[in-house]
């Protein structure tokens, strides 16, 4: 079975350990992207996974290339040329400082890519199961248009549709999102989203929840899943849940509901120590393609993907590196961390 996930990869820069932006003047360099996390996550899986987007011709394009290459995720349908990578800067929050990052992704070579770039009908042959995010009709300039064409093609060369809806305020506003999330919905068979983004994309929220003030209701998201399956027609839902104490400590859960069986199952909750967080919610979406494609139920598809989020949540940089026997581990219970040798 063969996945294909397509977006934005983006060089990330940031200063070493918890310093500021202000305190440096050296910053390291890895690479990241949510759709391209997905892909390295389910090829870490073993799966066969494919990775779609445009890049520069230039040596940092051929770098980001090669990081993907690295674990095995194919890079053949990568398109080269534009002028830039888009760049995005981390600073990592600490106890109540929060996390920032800093965007300079405009005029990238796939936010300026053409439909003519895809070859959609060769790129899904033999597809099982199509992923992409909001992150990328964001973008502007085709990429609404690249996105629906690409989700009518999956649909059409049989694939199954999952989509994050990751709203980017920094992206576009909530007007804008709801358009054109509403558009892409119409192909999208699995939806995924955080605590928030249901509310900042269809305007549908929980009640009696307060993320800012790390109030999560979690029955009250049962509410909200079924909405979204009944309003846009998606077969399952999954929310995950974050109830953030402060910027290093966090409790981490998620919800995912079958409409078709009517079927609600919430994850355990785990406490997590946060080394970097950037990635968790995309190797959640990982976690849930590869529990849907080797046939786990319901249950075991959000559990699994719950404590491959967590796990990514102590792994530097955006790509998870957990294997699926540490996963599975993980949800099973064994939780303590205690030392293996």
């Given amino acids: 079975m063969r ?12 200063p070493a350990g918890y310093y500021r932006f202000v305190q440096v003047d050296t910053m390291t360099s890895t ?5 391209a996390n997905v892909a390295v996550s389910l090829a870490n899986f073993g799966m066969d996974v494919s990775y779609v987007t445009k890049l520069p011709s230039h040596e940092i394009g051929q770098a980001a290339v090669n990081s993907l290459r690295r674990y095995g995720v194919d890079t053949s349908f990568i398109v080269r040329g ?24 405009a005029g990238s070579s796939i936010a300026e890519s053409s439909p003519a770039d895809f070859d959609w009908k060769k790129i899904f042959a ?9 992150i990328s009709p964001a973008l502007g300039g085709n990429m609404p248009q690249i996105c629906l064409e690409a989700c009518r093609a999956a649909k059409e060369a049989g694939a199954i549709v999952s989509c994050d809806l990751n709203y980017r305020s920094k992206l576009w506003s909530k007007e804008d999102a709801g358009k054109v999330m509403k558009e892409i919905s119409a192909f999208v068979d699995v939806c995924i989203g955080n605590e928030e983004d249901a509310k900042d994309v269809f305007g549908i929220e929980a009640e009696n929840t307060d993320v800012n003030n790390g109030k999560i209701n979690k029955s009250g998201y ?17 929310v995950t849940l974050r109830t953030s104490i ?5 409790k981490w ?24 967080r950037l990635g968790g919610g995309d190797s959640f979406s990982a976690g849930l393609i590869y529990s849907f494609l080797t046939g786990k139920t319901t249950q075991e598809a959000v559990d699994f993907a719950s404590a491959a989020s967590c796990l990514k949540h102590t792994v530097e940089g955006d790509f998870n590196m957990a294997s699926v026997e540490e996963v599975e581990k993980l949800a099973a219970g064994d939780g303590s961390g205690r030392i293996q040798r």
């Fill in 246 to 250: 402060n910027a290093n400590l966090n």
């Fill in 222 to 238: 049962k509410s909200v899943a079924k909405q979204l399956a009944d309003e846009y027609g998606f077969k399952k839902v999954a």
């Fill in 82 to 105: 534009g002028k830039r990578l888009g760049i995005y800067y981390n600073e990592r929050g600490a106890s109540q400082r929060p996390s920032k990052c800093i965007y300079d992704r």
């Fill in 3 to 14: 996945v294909v996930t397509f977006g934005e990869l983006m060089l990330r820069l940031e």
């Fill in 126 to 134: 033999g597809c099982s199961w199509f992923h992409l995010t909001g």
């Fill in 31 to 35: 690479f990241g992207g949510a759709e």
């Fill in 253 to 276: 859960a998620a919800l995912l509901y079958d409409a078709e069986e009517k079927e609600y199952c919430f994850s355990r909750e785990y406490d997590m120590f946060i080394v970097d």
